[in-house]
């Protein structure tokens, strides 16, 4: 189940990275907000609220492949390390995370994992069965 959570988070991030590069034309797409327009690099998105714009902005396809890489970075951490078979075991002889000692999967996990929580393919993650998570 936990390597599920795992495999969940890389293909969401692969998704993301995709439509990112589909969306970025010449490799360097910076899209930018000018009151109520959305400059795309490739075309514009006009007769929005300057808000609106400014958000749409945001998500600019360098920035997401950006925070793709991060979140990629972040689960590179974050590895199980079984009750089983490893030669260090873990504390308490439970499955943990190798990176903070937390119960597998730790915290960072399902941190990344929640903004998916309503995705058809999110794994039954127990510490998540409400589909949100605590507030610290
Ligand atoms: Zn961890």
């Not at 959570?5 to 360097?28: K, M, N, Q, S």
């Not at 998500?59 to 089983?84: C, F, G, Q, Y």
């Not at 995370?97 to 937390?102: A, I, K, T």
């Not at 039954?124 to 610290?136: A, K, Q, T, W």
């Amino acid at each position: 189940m936990s390597e599920d959570l795992v495999t969940f988070l890389h293909a969401r991030l692969d998704e993301e990275a995709d439509l990112a590069r589909l969306c970025d034309g010449d490799g360097r797409a910076e899209w930018t907000a000018h009151g109520h327009t959305v400059d795309l690099c490739q075309g514009e998105l006009s007769g929005l609220h300057p808000a609106i714009a400014l958000h749409v902005a945001l998500h600019d396809p360098a920035r997401i492949l950006r925070e793709v890489e991060a979140k990629r970075r972040v689960l590179a951490r974050h590895v199980l390390s079984p009750a089983t078979g490893d030669p260090e075991l873990p504390w308490d002889n439970r499955d943990d995370c190798q990176y903070d000692g937390e119960t597998w999967p730790c915290d960072d996990l399902l941190d990344l994992a929640s903004p998916y929580g309503d995705h058809p393919d999110y794994p039954d993650v127990p510490e998540m069965d409400s589909g949100l998570r605590d507030s610290p």
